[in-house]
């Protein structure tokens, strides 16, 4: 009709639809990036057509119509086409894992990348500046939950933490200065899995409710902290500084990425 739709019938629309959705509609449970069902697993792509991979013991394959459904961040990027053939050990010459001891390490934290069950060990990357901590929570992050967000700082409120915590499969913190127990009691829950409740704001009886359980990554000069049950439920990896003559910029490390993707 060649005119703008008044704002009064797009919510009357909204209303009718949100009406269907409640009494006429399926419910589904909403998942973050990856989910279980029976014996497969499915990692939403985060592309525009929705499609997923599907997971299971006879291998993997692309699919177009995912039998889960999942829920998106605004964060939220798309994860690279994966490609068969690949090896794992290439990824040890993109970050600082200079020792075998922290290369296991990583490939340990990289092998709860897609649990959808079970407890989960945090990360925390320790070092000196100059160590490419910031950048290895990139790369980490970038092949197993792309986001916008990766170099985000710790939230200082309980509930902006959680709020972040809950929005991702995987979450990110950077260049922390050590941690509170209010903050390491959340982590704690993040690990082994629980809930964040609040007062929903502009309410005085009602609760907002944000299910926490999710790995971090997180990296600073400083330690994580002192609490024995924070510390029980992360792996600490002690990062020594590049040798000048091996360091690049940050642009020639993406472009090695991308050629090799």
């Known amino acids: ?87 794992i050990d290439v990824l040890k010459g993109l970050i600082n894992a200079q020792t075998e001891e922290n290369w296991i390490l990583v490939l340990a934290r990289l092998t709860q990348a897609f649990w959808c069950k079970g407890l989960y060990a945090h990360l925390y990357l320790r070092g000196t500046q100059g160590t490419a901590k910031s950048y290895m929570m990139q790369t980490l992050k970038a092949i197993s939950d792309p986001s916008a967000a990766i170099k985000r700082r710790l939230p200082k409120s309980e509930r902006d933490a959680a709020i972040a915590i809950g929005s991702e499969a995987i979450s990110c913190f950077d260049n922390m200065s050590g941690i509170d127990d209010s903050m390491a009691d959340l982590w704690c829950v993040a690990s082994t899995g629980g809930v964040s409740t609040q007062r929903a704001l502009f309410t005085d009886d009602e609760e907002a409710v944000i299910n926490l359980k999710c790995p971090i990554i997180a990296n600073g000069i400083a330690d994580l902290g002192q609490r024995g049950d924070l510390l029980d439920r992360t792996i600490v990896i002690d990062l020594e500084p590049i040798p000048e003559s091996e360091r690049k910029t940050e642009k020639e490390m993406q472009a090695a990425t991308d050629t090799l993707s």
């Open 1 to 87: 009709m060649a005119k703008v739709v008044s704002g009064t019938a797009i919510r009357d629309a909204i209303n009718v639809l949100e009406g269907k959705a409640i009494y006429d509609g399926k419910e589904y449970e909403l998942y973050v990036r990856k989910a279980q069902l029976g014996n497969k697993i499915y990692v939403d792509l985060g592309d525009d057509r929705w499609r997923a991979i599907e997971i299971s013991e006879d291998g993997w394959k692309i699919i177009e119509d995912c039998p889960v459904r999942f829920k998106r961040s605004k964060n939220m990027l798309p994860l690279p086409i994966p490609e068969r053939g690949g090896e």
